[in-house]
């Protein structure tokens, strides 16, 4: 039981920046993570969609290459709110924005981008940079 809101997302130009939030009202604990995924338009969720920040309870975080340096992924526990900021947006960073929600089953510090390992997911935000 879980529900996921992404907002935020828009159109900007290329070297532009936004910031997407996710209003969480799922339940958390000290395993769960949370992550923003995203995909191109056309693609379907599973299998394909791109894993791009993670963090857990703790404030770890890991990126995807593409992103390094450019997306911050951040959380506010008292607003159960997940965010990204994104800077120096580039075309190939337009798509369909998700964030997703996890729990690992052991004590570890596993920080997934792989779409498998979430199992609840938001409805999504749409970012188009243009260029």
């Known amino acids: 039981q879980g529900q996921l809101v992404e907002s935020g997302g828009g159109s900007v130009e290329s070297g532009g920046s936004l910031r997407l939030s996710c209003a969480a009202s799922?339940?958390?604990?000290?395993?769960?993570?949370m992550g923003w995924f995203r995909q191109g338009p056309g693609k379907e969720r599973e299998g394909v969609a791109e894993g791009v920040a993670v963090i857990d309870s703790d404030g770890r975080t890991s990126y995807a290459d593409s992103v390094k340096g450019r997306f911050t992924i951040s959380q506010d526990n008292a607003k159960n709110t997940l965010y990204l900021q994104m800077k120096a947006l580039k075309p190939e960073d337009t798509g369909m924005y998700y964030c997703?929600?996890?729990?690992?089953?052991?004590?570890?510090?596993?920080?997934?981008?792989?779409?498998?390992?979430?199992?609840?997911w938001g409805q999504g935000t749409q970012v188009t940079v243009s260029s």
């Open positions: 799922t339940s958390t604990d000290s395993r769960t993570y």
């Open positions: 997703a929600a996890g729990r690992r089953a052991f004590a570890s510090s596993w920080l997934p981008l792989t779409a498998s390992a979430y199992m609840y």
